[in-house]
């Protein structure tokens, strides 16, 4: 066996199960980021983060001999991990993002103040895209546990729902219900208060809140009120289907026509489509220590994560530094 046969991940497994801790860790290295991004995501704190991807590594190795191939060993760690976090997430509430909100509303020179610290540089577009992956953290941190689970794995690290309800140890139907769910709770944050989503509302980029406005929900006119009582409710339970092409050929082509003539549903359709892309293109931003996406990461969680254990105000201090005397300046 010459070496590239030796390091192969299959010659690596084989190895592994037999005992052998440096192919293992090898193997736990190549995977070791995928799961860092999953555990974060999932809890919102690097520092947690870091901790179950341990654990999952050491329970991994632990039963490493009895792992058959029935999966992938990504997906098997994948199942691994989620579990985990889901395990972690069980005694601990969801991040209260209306608090977030409240502090924006109650602190509006402080919020300029950091507007003008994140955002307002060269690198703007860039900043701007990170401090939208914090947005979409926020969200996915304020869900209930098996719904953060399903929009993480599906729309953020793009599985399919098959892969998703293995590593979640659940069924496809279940995946799809909760996924269905977070992307309805998603939009409406999005459609209502996100300025990158929609220019009219209020939120800056998740940066200035200003004063929030409660959608008006518009009441339906007579010649969709009866279309609406006898399919709306079904059709809507179906539209992360179509976004997602999961259904059959019949039955999208009905929904499609629903929507062409319901200017309700296809307003939801269109929400809901929108949001999910959103969610989608700002799932890699990196949100680390030493970014704007990374610091604004952490003054959100001050503010939503009751067992973060610092406020938003303590934490202000460190996000807006005064500037640098210029050359000359007299001191």
Same mark, same amino acid.
């Given at each position: 066996?010459? *070496?590239?046969?030796?390091?192969?991940?299959?010659? +690596?497994? =084989?190895?592994?199960?037999?005992?052998?801790?440096?192919?293992?860790?090898?193997?736990?290295? =190549? /995977?070791?980021?995928?799961?860092?991004?999953?555990?974060?995501?999932?809890?919102?704190?690097?520092?947690?983060?870091?901790? +179950?991807?341990?654990?999952?590594?050491?329970?991994? /190795? &632990?039963? #490493?001999?009895?792992?058959?191939?029935?999966?992938?060993?990504?997906?098997?760690?994948?199942? #691994?991990?989620?579990?985990?976090?889901?395990?972690?997430?069980?005694?601990?509430?969801?991040?209260?993002? =209306?608090?977030?909100?409240?502090?924006?509303?109650?602190?509006?020179? +402080?919020?300029?103040?950091?507007?003008?610290?994140?955002?307002?540089?060269?690198?703007?577009?860039?900043?701007?895209?990170?401090?939208?992956?914090?947005?979409?953290?926020?969200?996915?941190?304020?869900?209930?546990?098996?719904?953060?689970?399903?929009?993480? +794995?599906?729309?953020?690290?793009?599985?399919?729902?098959?892969?998703?309800?293995?590593?979640?140890?659940?069924?496809?139907?279940?995946?799809?219900?909760?996924?269905?769910?977070?992307?309805?709770?998603?939009?409406?944050?999005?459609?209502?208060?996100?300025?990158?989503?929609?220019?009219?509302?209020?939120?800056?980029?998740?940066?200035?809140?200003?004063?929030?406005?409660?959608?008006?929900?518009?009441?339906?006119?007579?010649? &969709?009120?009866?279309?609406?009582?006898?399919?709306? *409710?079904?059709?809507?339970?179906?539209?992360? *289907?179509?976004?997602?092409?999961?259904?059959?050929?019949?039955?999208?082509?009905?929904?499609?026509?629903? #929507?062409?003539?319901?200017?309700?549903?296809?307003?939801?359709?269109?929400?809901?489509?929108?949001?999910?892309?959103?969610?989608?293109?700002?799932?890699?931003?990196?949100?680390?220590?030493?970014?704007?996406?990374?610091? /604004?990461?952490?003054?959100?969680?001050?503010?939503?994560?009751?067992?973060?254990?610092?406020?938003?105000?303590?934490?202000?201090?460190?996000?807006?530094?005064?500037?640098?005397?210029?050359?000359?300046?007299?001191?």
């Amino acid at each position: 066996m010459d *070496d590239r046969q030796a390091d192969s991940p299959l010659a +690596l497994l =084989e190895r592994a199960k037999s005992g052998d801790k440096d192919a293992f860790g090898a193997l736990a290295e =190549e /995977y070791r980021n995928a799961l860092l991004r999953l555990c974060y995501k999932m809890t919102g704190s690097h520092e947690t983060a870091e901790d +179950l991807v341990q654990e999952t590594l050491l329970k991994a /190795y &632990t039963h #490493i001999a009895a792992f058959e191939l029935r999966s992938s060993m990504a997906t098997w760690l994948h199942r #691994i991990a989620t579990n985990a976090c889901l395990d972690h997430q069980r005694s601990r509430k969801p991040w209260d993002i =209306e608090k977030r909100w409240q502090w924006f509303r109650e602190n509006g020179e +402080l919020v300029e103040q950091m507007e003008q610290n994140l955002v307002m540089s060269p690198e703007r577009v860039a900043e701007v895209k990170e401090v939208a992956a914090t947005c979409v953290n926020c969200i996915t941190m304020s869900l209930p546990a098996k719904q953060r689970a399903a929009i993480v +794995l599906c729309d953020q690290l793009g599985m399919s729902r098959a892969e998703a309800a293995e590593s979640m140890n659940a069924s496809v139907a279940s995946v799809k219900t909760e996924l269905h769910r977070a992307r309805k709770t998603m939009t409406g944050v999005f459609e209502n208060h996100c300025q990158l989503v929609d220019k009219n509302n209020d939120c800056n980029g998740c940066i200035v809140a200003g004063r929030m406005k409660q959608a008006a929900a518009q009441p339906p006119s007579p010649a &969709t009120e009866g279309k609406r009582a006898m399919n709306c *409710d079904a059709i809507e339970e179906l539209l992360s *289907d179509l976004i997602d092409d999961e259904l059959p050929v019949a039955t999208r082509a009905g929904v499609e026509a629903h #929507i062409a003539g319901c200017p309700q549903c296809a307003t939801s359709y269109r929400q809901l489509r929108r949001s999910v892309r959103f969610v989608r293109s700002n799932a890699d931003a990196p949100l680390v220590h030493g970014t704007p996406g990374g610091a /604004y990461a952490e003054f959100t969680r001050a503010l939503t994560d009751p067992a973060y254990g610092h406020s938003g105000t303590e934490l202000m201090a460190e996000y807006i530094k005064p500037e640098a005397p210029a050359e000359g300046d007299v001191q």
